[in-house]
């Protein structure tokens, strides 16, 4: 019979029997199909299932469990971030199990099973809460008994993570653009001493001060911590993979919080060029989370994003443009900037007011990572971005004065990632039609012809640099950090600042990831703590953002792109075509309803149903 009810509804509730029933077929198919190569024999692919499966137990002894599984406990940790208040706790997992589902959906994922005489027994709590406990104990990195066992452990951590989201990647990357960035996830347990991160650290350009003072060591991360500290944050309950941070607060300061780094590759639209107009097209493909890692607060940050950067490149995938704010740009040369050019990616990146301003080498006036002609007058060596609140006409003015000075700059024949050698080479502007100069025959005459600016330099001027000569040649910059910022696009034009712009796409995806109204990933929204299970959870979080952008893209880009394949492909794709036939509304079962029900599955009445 169907109960109706006048009560207003709980946000579960709300849902609909439709939704919930084909959202469950959706990530049956994703953890059917989250299959990666198998971390201990690369020949082999396994599924995420299977390799969790690996540490659910601690041996093989003793009688086969019935009902909860691993596949089990993976579903209810994905599908609470859709529903139940998306909670992501063995609560929310066990109350969505026993209270949300059908009891013929309960049979079939084993929520509900037949004991030795027959018996229907529905799942409990503490059978989710011993997985997890298994999960975490021969999971954790933290707690294995030498290095390598943290390595072969969070070797297959990882495999597990990105087995999940890759299984989302059902969409062929079109472009290859990504933006990368990292955002703050407070642990639940708290810190029992005072933060020891300085949230007002002024950030150092590497290159120009001692790199061991900017490591961001200022909060040790959990993995360095002595074994006394470690069993007294075990002792009182904590995260031994927590450690103090600093974030930016909601008000542009920062503030310090206890728990983890989440970094993040995001997808990003590539620049396209219409009508003689740059721009970035979201509509050619989703904006899904490509990889993600999970940290201590305060860790360093280039490691663990080159990391995630050779992992998808080893997947096939081509990364051309990397879209990074200035927490990355600051990093030494050898660092970053050099890494990336080897690995064939061109960076597209902001400065602080403090990088800005003119670099001699050889002659040449290296500006904002790009050499320019020794005749750059003085007032264009430095010119300021204007900051939040600017005026059009300070905009403006500052256009025209970047636009201006380019006419100065070099012309690049090679660029740092062409070679993956981290060299360059440029060629006089005068030579290459940029400008007219007196020890070049015939520019001065072109330049004149299309309005451009004329430079006289002196014979001592051009003696001492290697850019200067009546036939200027192609000079070759090595790899050096006088290239540190050196970008495709020349920086401050407009098409730079289009470019630049697309990183606010991984910013819209940390702040759904934290909308109250999506996903909800604050302080509290888990109770897990340590490595393994902090990590499924914000796996879930990262597979539950991907299915949903995936569903809001399709809607986009038939709008605006109608005729276009990929998404003609995703609307056949299971991850689109599940559906359920059920309705509106919740069935309250009487206990005749609910014996049928049972017996449909082989159950006998138990006791307490034939007493009633």
């Not at 599984?69 to 998306?86: A, D, G, P």
């Not at 642990?187 to 490591?215: C, F, G, M, Q, Y």
């Not at 998808?312 to 704010?325: E, F, P």
């Not at 904002?368 to 264009?380: F, I, R, S, W």
Request: proline residues 5%; glycine residues 6%; contains cysteine.
């Amino acid at each position: 019979m169907t109960k109706s009810t006048n009560r207003r509804p709980s946000p579960s509730e709300g849902q609909t029997i439709q939704a919930l029933l084909t959202h469950v077929e959706r990530l049956e198919w994703v953890l059917d199909n989250a299959r990666i190569a198998d971390p201990e024999d690369p020949n082999a692919e396994v599924d995420a299932v299977e390799l969790l499966g690996r540490f659910e137990r601690a041996s093989k002894r003793g009688c086969k469990k019935q009902g909860v599984t691993v596949r089990l406990f993976l579903l209810l940790l994905l599908l609470c971030c859709r529903f139940h208040t998306k909670s992501v706790t063995i609560t929310a997992m066990h109350d969505l199990a026993v209270g949300n589902l059908p009891r013929d959906t309960q049979w079939r994922l084993g929520i509900l099973t037949r004991n030795r005489a027959g018996e229907t027994r529905v799942m409990t709590a503490k059978q989710l809460n011993t997985i997890a406990q298994n999960i975490h104990k021969n999971l954790d990195p933290q707690s294995a008994v030498d290095a390598d066992e943290a390595a072969f452990r969070r070797r297959n951590l990882a495999a597990v993570r990105d087995a999940l989201v890759t299984a989302t990647h059902v969409v062929p990357r079109q472009g290859s653009s990504f933006a990368v960035d990292e955002t703050g996830v407070w642990s639940w347990t708290k810190s029992n001493r005072n933060p020891t991160h300085t949230p007002d650290v002024v950030i150092l350009d590497e290159d120009e001060h001692e790199v061991a003072a900017e490591l961001d060591t200022d909060a040790r991360p959990a993995t360095g911590i002595s074994t006394t500290e470690r069993n007294a944050r075990q002792d009182a309950k904590m995260c031994a993979f927590a450690a103090w941070g600093s974030k930016t607060h909601k008000t542009g300061g920062a503030s310090s919080y206890f728990g983890y780094a989440l970094h993040a590759l995001i997808r990003v639209p590539d620049m396209v060029k219409r009508g003689g107009v740059h721009a970035s097209d979201p509509y050619r493909e989703p904006l899904l989370i490509e990889q993600f890692a999970l940290t201590p607060a305060s860790t360093d940050i280039v490691d663990v994003t080159l990391g995630m950067i050779r992992t998808v490149v080893s997947r096939g995938t081509t990364i051309q443009d990397l879209i990074g704010d200035r927490h990355y740009s600051y990093k030494k040369y050898e660092r970053w900037a050099l890494p990336l050019a080897q690995l064939g990616i061109r960076q597209v990146l902001d400065m602080r007011a403090s990088d800005h301003g003119p670099k001699d080498y050889k002659g040449a006036v290296v500006i904002d990572g790009t050499p320019h002609c020794p005749m750059v007058p003085q007032a264009l060596r430095r010119i300021d971005r204007p900051g939040l609140g600017a005026t059009r006409d300070e905009i403006e003015r500052y256009e025209h004065q970047i636009e201006e000075r380019q006419h100065y700059a070099m012309a690049r024949k090679q660029t740092a990632q062409q070679n993956r050698d981290g060299k360059t080479r440029w060629l006089c502007p005068a030579a290459a039609g940029k400008l007219g100069c007196a020890k070049v025959d015939a520019s001065i005459t072109v330049a004149h012809g299309k309005g451009k600016p004329v430079v006289r330099p002196s014979d001592k001027v051009t003696s001492s640099s290697a850019f200067c000569g009546s036939k200027p040649s192609v000079v070759q910059i090595p790899a050096h950090p006088v290239m540190k910022y050196q970008q495709e696009e020349y920086y401050g034009l407009g098409v730079w600042n289009v470019s630049w712009n697309r990183r606010t796409y991984v910013e819209g995806v940390f702040g759904n990831l934290k909308n109250q109204s999506t996903r909800t990933i604050k302080r509290g929204f888990t109770r897990f703590i340590g490595e393994p299970l902090i990590t499924l959870a914000l796996t879930a979080q990262a597979v539950d953002y991907n299915l949903k952008e995936l569903e809001d893209w399709c809607i986009r880009a038939q709008a605006h792109l109608p005729n276009h394949q990929p998404t003609q492909d995703f609307l056949n794709h299971p991850l689109h075509t599940a559906h359920t036939e059920h309705e509106f509304g919740f069935m309250m079962l009487t206990a005749e309803q609910q014996a049928d029900v049972d017996h449909r599955h082989g159950a006998i009445d138990s006791p307490a149903n034939k007493a009633a």
